[in-house]
């Protein structure tokens, strides 16, 4: 089991962010459209305890392969970078692990795509990401707090406070606050 370790930081555009991940001969991976699928039981235990069930599919666009993942993610822990438990696997068939949750009593709460490109400075994974109704952002993952900081100020992000939520509370949010449907969130 392993902590993921990660800054989330809302951005008006990717662009300039992009060309410094250039500039600092950051190495690009892939970009990618997810699809992520969000599971709770019935009676929401995971989401109530701050814990995510999710699959991710992805389509590569450009670079490197990814495989289709299925994720537990524990409550966040305490701290300035959001820090939670973390447990992943690959997997070879998102739909039949999806059955294998429903099987298992887990509900499909929500489907939510997500436009992506990942690079990699230093020891970080630097996420440039697209959310429907939210916008653009940067999660910068590394091994600690200290890796993280160096690339956020590197990428002349160091003023830009981080967001502790996950996207899907801050989609619920926004869909609440709109009279939207959380069901299906995908890009027009």
Request: contains cysteine; glycine residues 6%.
């Amino acid at each position: 089991m392993s902590v993921e370790i990660e800054a989330k930081l809302k951005v008006e555009s990717l662009e300039p962010v992009r060309e410094r991940l250039v500039a600092a001969d950051a190495e690009f991976l892939r970009a990618v459209t997810e699809r992520n699928l969000h599971f709770d039981s019935a009676d929401g235990r995971l989401r109530a305890a701050d814990s995510v069930l999710r699959i991710r599919s992805v389509v590569v666009h450009r670079g490197a392969e990814a495989p289709s993942t299925l994720t537990y993610k524990g409550a966040r822990l305490p701290g300035k970078v959001k820090r939670r438990t973390e447990i992943e696997l690959d997997i070879a068939d998102a739909p039949t692990a999806g059955r294998l949750l429903e099987a298992l009593g887990f509900t499909l709460v929500s489907e939510i795509e997500k436009r992506r490109e990942t690079w990699r400075l230093g020891s970080c994974h630097v996420e440039l990401d697209e959310v429907p109704h939210l916008g653009t952002f940067v999660e910068i993952e590394g091994p600690d707090e200290k890796a993280i900081a160096v690339v956020q100020e590197a990428l002349g992000l160091a003023h830009v406070s981080h967001i502790q939520e996950g996207y899907v509370a801050l989609l619920l949010d926004h869909c609440r606050r709109n009279h939207l449907p959380i069901r299906h969130i995908a890009f027009a």
